[in-house]
């Protein structure tokens, strides 16, 4: 019965520690726009942000991608100056967003983001490496609140 008992505490003790850890973070910008976006990064990796704008996505105190939001109206204009400057490495869309993901002479490497149904856009820049600035988006997570 002892051993029931201390077995029990124990995993007891495991479900509160584990309760504790975060597997993500979220900030909610209002943005100049009048939109209220809410933005979560998974933070299982050691990735971070700060609510700060511009935001900086970083890991182990190193500034990997920064972004802001601008105006949704000139999201065709980033991705016209894309085509024409960069290079376009991938677009793609979910239910809440879409985006166009270039690079800039190979040592810049930018996501140009439409919100869906709203008024505002992004844009978030990494000057490291593709790889990681694929790996920073990919832990992003951006909802409109209505």
Do not use: W
């Not at 935001?55 to 802001?68: C, M, R, V």
């Not at 190979?106 to 790889?131: C, F, H, Q, V, W």
């Amino acid at each position: 019965m002892k051993k029931i008992h201390k077995y029990l505490i124990l995993v007891s003790i495991m479900m509160l520690m584990l309760t504790g850890c975060k597997k993500s973070m979220s900030y909610t910008y209002k943005v100049e726009t009048g939109d209220e976006v809410k933005i979560t990064l998974n933070t299982t990796d050691g990735y971070k942000f700060d609510s700060n704008l511009p935001f900086t996505i970083s890991k182990d105190g190193t500034e990997l991608s920064q972004g802001t939001f601008i105006q949704g109206s000139y999201y065709e204009e980033y991705v016209s100056v894309a085509n024409e400057q960069g290079t376009i490495l991938d677009e793609g869309s979910n239910d809440n967003i879409e985006y166009v993901f270039y690079s800039y002479e190979d040592a810049e490497y930018n996501y140009i983001i439409k919100i869906k149904d709203s008024n505002t856009a992004m844009l978030i820049g990494n000057p490291n490496s593709r790889e990681e600035a694929e790996k920073c988006f990919g832990l992003l997570s951006i909802e409109l609140k209505k």
